[in-house]
């Protein structure tokens, strides 16, 4: 059974902190992608990863940054926490190629204080 | 700019009855659509898919429509049942540096009433 893990559910941060969100897939897949759901705005991208060592700005980018460096593991990094990044944030993986569908984790549920 | 837009944020449907999600989208580029279901704390899963070369595409009680000159697609789920209360995301991959990235669309949250 394919799965995406993320490493926290549920986390809860101070304006200012580094936040690490992980995530892990155990499907060999090349495609690795960081989103962000807000009600309203749906699924929105902030950064994906076609290969190890490699990164791509999605539609929001800013205060955020990005680490792959196993093809397993791609991890979100928000340098600086701010409210306004109070927010779902789910991983996602697909295989190489178009028309793939992507496998997504269960989301961190992450609250800026 | 919402190149994937779904104007109806929800939609109430009696049990057993159709209900019908729509999507809309601007690029005409995109020829393959996916849809998504979402439960409360958890991630989306994979739905229904449709390439543009065709105009429907059924999987049991779910059926999806392209209406590629009106830049349109829905999905009818037929009948309606209380588990599938959820949110549906449409999407379209767009392909950037080889790697395909969906645009999802804002969803529309089902409710299925007993």
């Known amino acids: 059974d394919v799965k995406v893990t993320q490493s926290s559910r549920y986390l809860v941060k101070r304006t200012g902190e580094k936040v690490f969100l992980e995530c892990v897939q155990d499907?060999?897949?090349?495609?690795m992608f960081w989103y962000r759901q807000d009600p309203g705005l749906g699924l929105r991208l902030i950064y994906f990863?076609?290969?190890?060592?490699?990164?791509e700005k999605g539609d929001i980018p800013e205060g955020y940054s990005v680490s792959r460096e196993k093809k397993e593991r791609f991890s979100l990094i928000l340098e600086s926490a701010s409210t306004n990044q109070t927010s779902m944030y789910l991983c996602?993986?697909?295989?190489?190629?178009?028309?793939?569908?992507?496998?997504f984790g269960p989301g961190t549920r992450l609250t800026v204080l | 700019d919402q190149q994937v837009k779904q104007n109806s944020p929800s939609l109430s449907v009696q049990e057993g009855r159709i209900s019908i999600l729509n999507c809309d989208y601007t690029?005409?580029?995109?020829?393959?659509f996916l849809w998504y279901k979402k439960y409360p704390a958890e991630g989306p899963t994979f739905l229904i898919s449709?390439?543009?070369?065709?105009d429907k595409n059924e999987d049991g009680r779910f059926t999806v429509f392209l209406n590629k000159s009106a830049k349109h697609l829905s999905l009818h789920i037929v009948p309606s049942q209380p588990g599938d209360s959820a949110v549906y995301f449409c999407?379209?991959?767009?392909?950037?540096?080889?790697?395909?990235?969906?645009?999802f669309g804002q969803g529309t949250r089902l409710t299925i009433n007993p």
């Open positions: 999407a379209a991959p767009d392909i950037i540096q080889g790697a395909q990235k969906l645009v």
């Open positions: 690029n005409s580029m995109f020829d393959y």
């Open positions: 990863s076609y290969d190890v060592k490699m990164k």
């Open positions: 499907m060999d897949h090349e495609n």
């Open positions: 449709i390439s543009s070369i065709k």
């Open positions: 996602a993986s697909s295989p190489l190629g178009s028309y793939n569908e992507q496998f």
